[in-house]
């Protein structure tokens, strides 16, 4: 098999990538060497145990990255592009110096927000392919996940952005915090539906409706499944309600997993929002494709 190019996804905890064709997906391969797992030298070696079953002598595949591999902290230094503007185009490609002869490497930059402060990486790439697969979409993009971003659409560009701490205060407040006791397993569409419409309507007692989960797990007879629902609806629900300069009114595409943008869109109906959602990996794909000039030779 001889690959046109390789397309990476490179995060703080895992690696993939996609062998790519004249036809789409040729092969995919992942590893857990994150960006947050490797030292500056390590990311070369990383990336060629992984795709090397793809490599040829006498030809350099070209390798099209996004993500924390383009981060200060990551394999090379890919400087954030101002928005509003584009979310990827070829000529800002960042190329990487190399050892291996049998690659040719490039990374996307982040995006970044003067005022307020924000940032993005690997995120701007999703949106990108959003944009190839949605041709001409205005509106809000979310994409949810660890640091769940919002971004506002318009001819193309990203005009502004917002990020919300959602998905780390999750995992923080679930897995280290007091709540972690009375949480179990299973789920409870109720309990989640109960915490968005007290998140929304109320972000401001956040802190305490928080605290209410553990009180209400040990007098009130709350069950694990519910409080862990109720917990997840409670912050989606306070992103929703910080977010509505975003969304409101506006066409809404979610771009994620099945699951989070299911929770996401179950949210939103409540207020009478309507959504459309992509898969990320489609549109990690689509968006290295485009920036890599094979998106309109794929789609011929």
Known sequence: MKPDWIAVDWGTTHLRAWAMGSGGILAEAASDDGMGHLSREAFEPALIRLVEPWLTTGRAAPVLACGMVGSRQGWFEAPYRTVPCAPVVQGALVRVPVKDPRISVQIAPGLKQVKPADVMRGEE???AGALALDPGFDGAICL???HSKWAQISAGEVVSFQTFLTGELYALLAEQSVLRHGLGEGWDDGG???GVAEGLSHPERLMAQLFRLRAEGLIAGLT???ARARL?????????AASKAWWLGLPI?????????GLYARALA???????SLSA?????????????AFSKAAE
């Open 144 to 146: 949810p996940g660890t």
């Open 125 to 127: 790439t999703q949106i």
């Open 224 to 226: 694990g499944a519910t």
């Open 281 to 293: 990996t489609d549109c990690t794909i689509a968006g290295l494709a485009l920036a890599a000039g």
């Open 192 to 194: 989640f539906d109960a």
């Open 270 to 276: 409540t207020q009478g929002a309507p959504t459309r």
């Open 253 to 261: 595409l979610l771009v994620g997993s099945d699951r989070l943008t």
């Open 232 to 240: 997840s609806g409670l912050l989606i629900g306070g992103e929703l």
